[in-house]
């Protein structure tokens, strides 16, 4: 059974630090490209960032460039999301997710569905 479990979520002040883990289980994700996104309330899903899990180039929002830096680490079989610099417009429950596709097919339509998804862990910054 596969299994993306996301912890490391939180309440922060505007200009703080969070890091999201993403435990993935429960079979070989070497063809898969994982990523990040996130719901505020009231809004719709939004992609975050991405990473093939064999490696390669990243892929963030425009919101979040700069500031936010997503990596993996095989051995651990975790995707991290590190946050720097937050504000109070990141508050939103972020989710890990996990698919086949391209990643340019995971930054502009992964939102639609994508092969796993984990329950999500909520990240709140206050001003």
């Known amino acids: 059974q596969v299994q993306l479990v996301e912890s490391g979520g939180g309440l922060v002040q505007a200009g703080g630090s969070l890091r999201l883990s993403c435990a993935a289980s429960g079979r070989t994700f070497s063809n898969y490209v994982m990523a990040w996104f996130r719901q505020a309330p009231g809004k719709d899903r939004e992609f975050v960032a991405a990473?093939?899990?064999?490696?390669?180039?990243?892929y963030y929002t425009d919101s979040v460039k700069g500031r936010f830096t997503i990596s993996r680490d095989i051995a651990d079989n975790t995707v991290y999301l590190q946050m720097n610099s937050l504000k109070p417009e990141d508050t939103a429950v972020y989710y890990c997710?996990?698919?086949?596709?391209?990643?340019?097919?995971?930054?502009?339509?992964?939102?639609?569905?994508?092969?796993?998804w984990g329950k999500g862990t909520q990240v709140t910054v206050s001003s």
């Open positions: 990473i093939p899990w064999s490696g390669g180039n990243t």
């Open positions: 997710a996990a698919d086949k596709s391209p990643p340019e097919m995971v930054v502009n339509y992964g939102h639609y569905g994508m092969d796993y």
